[in-house]
Structures are given as C-alpha cells and as structure tokens.
C-alpha cells in the first residue's frame, strides 16, 4: 500500500523522517492552478519543486510513502522519443488539465525526483536544482503503478 501523507511543519516531517539523513523522497505541493511534484531534502527539512523555469523551495507538503516493499510500483526507463507507458503513476494535473506523473534522474550524483508533463506529444521531465536551477530531461525513469487502488490520499 501507499500514501500521500501531508507534511505542515518541520515537526510533522521529523516525525516521519526520523533517522533517514540526507535521504532524499517524493514530494507534491499545489501553488495556485498548479501540481508540482520534486523531491524533499530530509536534512534540509524543504522540498524542492521546479515551475514556469524557476526553482520553488517549500515547508508544507505532500511526502509519498509506500508501506513495506510494493511489488506494485516500479521505475521504467523512457528513452526521448518514446510514448508514455500506459502504467505511468498519475499524481495530478497541470494547469491545461493534462495529467502529471512522477520521474527521476540523476542530477550532479543526486538522484532527484520531478514532475514530467507531456509537452509537443512527448513527455520531459522538470527538475529543481540547488546549483543549476531548473533541469529538463528527455530521457529518464517514470513511476509505474501496477495495480488498481491501493494508493491513499491523506491531504
């Protein structure tokens, strides 16, 4: 099973994040029409979001957790030029009501966590980043979900 578990404070991310260092995890966050999805730097205690080109840094978020090890999700690697899978985990919308799906790539050795919207009929990945501000990726991991349910929404 897994969760979205909204995080109001540094305490609440402590709670959740106890002993997990410099660990980096899954995040979403709404600004105004927008789902953003990023990454939390747990040792930071902040999420990072990329939007409209500009690096987004916020303490009030959604953390994704998946409980014990799902045989549900799994990263699939989306060489440019290739369609969305039909098994992409959708998190939201965008603000043309086009669904929003989570990524990953490594930027710099850190591997981090974006949101990938379909732009021209292909899909790219965004990525906030402390030192390069926003990356785009064409080639990249996407979150596959293999299964109906299961995935609870605790905002």
Not at 6 to 11: D, F, G, L, M, P
Not at 23 to 45: F, H, P, T, W
Not at 96 to 119: A, H
Request: net charge positive; with cysteine.
């Amino acid at each position: 099973m897994a969760l979205w578990i909204k995080i109001k404070s540094e305490r609440g991310l402590a709670k959740y994040t106890k002993n997990l260092g410099e660990n980096i995890l899954i995040a979403k966050a709404s600004q105004d029409i927008y789902c953003l999805v990023g990454y939390i730097k747990v040792d930071e205690r902040l999420a990072y979001f990329a939007l409209n080109g500009q690096v987004v840094r916020k303490n009030e978020f959604s953390m994704f957790v998946i409980n014990g090890r799902s045989r549900y999700f799994s990263w699939y690697y989306l060489r440019e030029g290739e369609s969305l899978p039909p098994k992409s985990y959708m998190v939201g919308h965008d603000y043309r009501v086009k669904s929003t799906f989570i990524g990953k790539t490594t930027v710099n050795g850190e591997e981090l966590y974006g949101r990938v919207n379909i732009l021209s009929d292909e899909p790219v990945l965004s990525i906030a980043t402390k030192s390069d501000g926003v990356v785009f990726a064409y080639s990249f991991y996407i979150l596959l979900y293999e299964a109906d349910g299961n995935v609870i929404n605790n905002e």
